[in-house]
C-alpha cells in the first residue's frame, strides 16, 4: 500500500464512483451537478470570475438556466429555496489584480441572492495563496483537481487550433488550456465536504451548515472511470497561528516515486524541488526500465516565472542529467498545428500516474509553494483488484494520446510494439497534434536564488530581525500581512481625505475655515456640545478629524482642546457603536461579507484589551470596528474604555501640539514640519512600546 494515513494522506475513503475529466468536461459535468443541488454547495479555490460560461465540450447550455457562473447560481438559488452557496476564494495578491475580476465583492455578494454567501480567505501567512479547488455539492459529489471557475480557463479536448467559444469576456481568443479535475462521490465526497467546512470556518470565521443527509448527486452524462475504490486525500497546510504545516502532498510524492517500477506519467505546470528531482533520480538509477514522461508548459509566461519557476526547472533537469538518467526522462509540451502555424497548449493540470497503480488528480504543483506554503489538496486513487489497474493504465493511455490527438488503444499499442512511453509520447501524432521537447535556456543558477525565495518559497517569509525587537515573538502566521492591511486602510483614509482637499468640500475643509468657526463658538456657552456634534458628524462623514482635533487645540488651548476632543472622539465613537447595535450583525454581514466575523470575534474574546489594540494599531477602520462592536454586543463597558486607553496617547499628543499642527497646515515653516516629525515619531514610539508591552504580557500569560 502506497497510501498511509497520518503520513501521507489525511484519510483514505471509498468512492462509489470516480472519473477524470479534462477540460471542458469539467464545466459541463460541474454544472449537471449543480442542477440536482437542493441544500448546500461549496465553491473553494484560487479564483472566481462571475462571469466564468459553465458551459461542456458543445460551449453552449439548453437546461433553461444562464451560461454565467454568477448568473446561474443567483437562478438557481432562487428557484431553490432551501439551497445555500458559499463561495470562498483567496484574498489575492496585489500581483494578480489585473488578471482578477473588478470589485469582486460587488459582482459575488451584493449582486446576488442572500443565500450566496461570498468570502476572502485570507487567513494565510505571508506570501501564502489559498490554492485548493473544490466544489462540493450537497455533501454527496465533490469535484477537486487543478481548474478554478475563472476565466481564460475553457477548452475542448481536442484543443483546436481556433475555437470560437476559446474566447475572454472581451471577445479575445485565447491559446489552447489545459486542466485536469476528478470527480468522486461516496464517503471520498463527504471527506472533501469536511475539508471545505473546515476551510469556510477558517477563512470566513463562519460556522457551517451541517452535513447533508446522503443522495446521489452524480452528474448526468459522466461515465465513471474507476467504481468502488480507496481514494487517499492529500493536503498542504501551512503553519498558521498554533496550527502546525501539513505536508501530505509532499510525503505522497516520495511515497510513490520509491514504489515506482516502469513508468511515471506526469501532467504539471512546475517542476522545481531539486529534492524531488534527486529522489527521482535515486529511483531511476535502482530501476533502469523506469521511464518519466514529464508534460508541462513550452515556457514561461512572465518575467518572475522565468526568473523563478523555470530557473527551478532548469536546475532540475541539469540534475537528472548529472545522475545520468536524463535519457529515460521527456520533458515535452503539446503543440497544435495547421497549416504552417503552431502554437503551444498551456499545461496547467496536476496529474501524476505511477505504473497503473496509483493516480493522482489535484491542485499541487511540483514546486516549493505547493509541498509547504500555499493550501492544496491532491486525490489518489490506489488499485486494489486488476479491474482498477487496468483503468488507471486507460486513463494514462487516454490523456498521454489526447495531447497527441489519438485515442488510447492507439497508445497502447505504440507501447506494445516500441516497449517505450517515451518513443511513444514523441512519435504519435494526428498531424495537428503532438508532444515536442522542451528547449531549455541557459541560465547563470547562482543569480536566481533570492528570487526564488520571493516566488517560489517553500515556508512563510519571516519578517525582519528589527520587526521582532520591537514588538516581541508573535505566531509565525499573517504578522506582515497585518502591516499591510494597516497600509492599505491607511491609503483609503488618505484618498477619502483627499476628497476632503481636491473637490468641492476642500471649502469646508479649510484650516482657516474651521478655526475661524471654532473660534466664533469659543464664547458661547454651548461651545463644549456644538464641538462634540462638530465630532460626531465628521466621524459619520470621514472628515479629517486630524484638523478638528488640531483646530480644537489651537482655539481653546491644549487642557480644554484635549478635554473637548477626547469627549467629541468618544461621542463619534458611541454613536457608531449604536449604530452598529441598531442594524445588527446580519445587516453588516450583508454589506461586508463573512469575513467580518473575524473582526467581531477577535473584539468578542478580548474585550477591553482588544479594543484598545484596535485604537493603537488599527486592523480595521474606526468606524467598521465600531459598527462591528456595536453589532456584535459587546459590553458597552468593555467599548468605551477599550476606546479611552487606545485613543487617549494620541489626543494627547495631538491636543498638546495643537498649535504646532495647526501652524503647519496654515503655514509650513521648516521649524513647524520638524516639531510635526518629532511629534509623528513619538506618536509611533509610544504606539509600538505600548504595543509590545501588550503582546510581551500576552505571551507571557499564555
Not at 48 to 69: N, Q, Y
Not at 93 to 108: A, D, G, K, M
Amino acid at each position: 500500500m502506497i497510501l498511509q494515513p497520518d503520513k501521507n494522506v489525511w484519510r483514505i475513503e471509498q468512492a462509489g464512483r470516480a472519473a477524470v475529466l479534462s477540460d471542458a468536461q469539467y464545466f459541463g459535468a460541474l454544472r449537471a451537478a449543480l442542477l440536482k443541488a437542493q441544500s448546500t454547495v461549496f465553491i473553494v479555490g484560487w479564483d472566481l470570475d462571475s462571469r466564468t460560461r459553465l458551459v461542456g465540450e458543445s460551449g453552449k447550455a439548453d437546461d433553461g438556466f444562464p451560461e454565467g457562473l454568477v448568473d446561474f447560481l443567483s437562478a438557481l438559488a432562487e428557484q431553490r429555496p432551501k439551497l445555500v452557496v458559499h463561495l470562498l476564494v483567496w484574498d489575492y495578491s496585489v500581483l494578480y489584480t489585473l488578471e482578477r475580476e473588478l470589485f469582486p465583492l460587488l459582482s459575488l455578494h451584493w449582486r446576488t441572492p442572500d443565500r450566496i454567501r461570498y468570502c476572502l480567505d485570507d487567513d494565510l501567512p505571508l506570501g501564502a495563496s489559498h490554492h485548493q479547488k473544490i466544489v462540493t455539492v450537497d455533501d454527496a459529489v465533490a469535484f477537486s483537481g487543478g481548474l478554478d471557475l475563472t476565466i481564460r480557463r475553457w477548452d475542448s479536448c481536442d484543443h483546436r487550433f481556433k475555437n470560437e467559444c476559446r474566447v475572454d469576456p472581451a471577445g479575445e481568443p485565447y491559446f489552447p488550456f489545459h486542466d485536469v479535475q476528478a470527480v468522486v462521490d461516496g464517503e471520498a465526497a463527504r471527506a472533501l465536504a469536511e475539508l471545505a467546512r473546515q476551510r469556510w470556518e477558517r477563512g470566513a470565521c463562519n460556522r457551517p451548515p451541517p452535513m447533508a443527509p446522503p443522495a446521489d448527486r452524480w452528474p448526468d452524462g459522466v461515465r465513471p472511470d474507476l467504481t468502488d475504490i480507496d481514494v487517499g486525500i492529500a493536503r498542504t497546510y501551512p503553519a498558521v497561528d498554533e496550527d502546525p504545516e501539513i505536508r501530505e502532498v509532499e510525503a505522497l510524492f516520495f511515497d510513490s516515486i520509491d514504489r515506482a517500477e516502469h513508468c511515471i506519467y506526469i501532467e504539471n505546470q512546475y517542476f522545481t524541488i531539486s529534492r524531488l528531482a534527486e529522489r527521482l533520480a535515486q529511483r531511476m538509477r535502482e530501476v533502469p526500465a523506469l521511464e518519466t514522461v514529464l508534460i508541462a508548459p513550452m515556457t514561461a509566461h512572465s518575467w518572475l516565472e522565468e526568473k523563478t519557476m523555470q530557473a527551478g526547472l532548469v536546475r532540475c533537469m541539469r540534475l537528472l542529467a548529472d545522475a545520468g538518467v536524463s535519457e529515460r526522462v521527456a520533458l515535452l509540451y503539446p503543440e497544435v498545428s495547421n497549416g504552417g502555424e503552431t502554437v503551444d497548449t498551456m499545461v496547467h493540470s496536476k496529474v501524476t500516474i505511477v505504473d497503473d497503480v496509483l493516480l493522482r488528480i489535484g491542485s499541487a504543483n511540483l514546486n516549493n509553494r505547493s509541498f509547504g506554503l500555499d493550501t492544496e489538496c491532491d486525490l489518489a486513487f490506489e488499485a486494489q483488484t486488476p479491474e482498477h489497474r487496468k483503468s488507471i493504465a486507460a486513463i494514462r493511455d487516454r490523456m498521454l494520446g489526447h495531447f497527441c490527438g489519438v485515442g488510447a488503444d492507439e497508445v497502447a499499442a505504440s507501447v506494445a510494439r516500441t516497449g517505450s512511453f517515451i518513443a511513444t509520447a514523441r512519435e504519435l501524432t494526428d498531424g495537428c497534434h503532438r508532444l515536442k521537447p522542451v528547449e531549455l535556456p541557459e541560465q547563470d543558477l547562482d543569480d536566481m536564488t533570492t528570487l526564488e525565495g520571493i516566488g517560489d518559497p517553500e515556508r512563510p517569509i519571516e519578517p525582519p530581525a528589527f520587526v521582532q525587537s520591537f514588538v516581541g515573538e508573535r505566531p509565525r502566521a499573517r504578522r506582515l500581512r497585518r502591516f499591510a492591511k494597516v497600509i492599505a486602510v491607511g491609503l483609503i483614509a488618505v484618498f477619502l481625505l483627499l476628497s476632503w482637499r481636491f473637490t468641492p468640500l476642500a471649502g469646508l475643509a479649510d484650516p482657516d475655515t474651521i478655526r475661524a468657526w471654532l473660534a466664533s463658538i469659543a464664547e458661547n456657552r454651548a461651545a463644549p456640545l456644538i464641538v462634540i456634534a462638530a465630532f460626531v458628524l465628521g466621524g459619520l462623514v470621514v472628515f479629517p478629524v486630524l484638523l478638528l482635533i488640531a483646530g480644537t487645540a489651537a482655539t481653546f488651548g491644549p487642557v480644554l482642546g484635549f478635554a473637548y476632543a477626547a469627549a467629541g472622539a468618544m461621542a463619534s465613537a458611541i454613536v457608531t457603536y449604536g449604530l452598529g447595535h441598531m442594524l445588527g450583525r446580519r445587516a453588516l454581514e450583508g454589506v461586508v461579507g463573512p469575513r467580518l466575523n473575524r473582526v467581531r470575534r477577535s473584539i468578542a474574546r478580548r474585550g477591553v484589551l482588544a479594543i484598545a489594540v484596535v485604537r493603537m494599531v488599527p486592523i480595521a477602520p474606526f468606524t467598521l470596528v465600531n459598527l462591528v462592536a456595536g453589532a456584535s454586543k459587546i459590553p458597552l463597558s468593555d467599548y468605551i474604555f477599550g476606546t479611552m486607553i487606545g485613543m487617549a496617547p494620541g489626543i494627547i499628543l495631538m491636543s498638546a501640539l495643537g498649535y504646532q499642527i495647526y501652524g503647519l497646515i496654515t503655514e509650513p515653516t521648516l521649524g513647524n514640519v520638524v516639531m510635526f516629525i518629532a511629534a509623528v515619531l513619538a506618536w509611533i514610539g509610544v504606539t509600538v512600546g505600548v504595543q509590545a508591552l501588550l503582546v510581551r504580557w500576552r505571551s507571557a500569560k499564555s
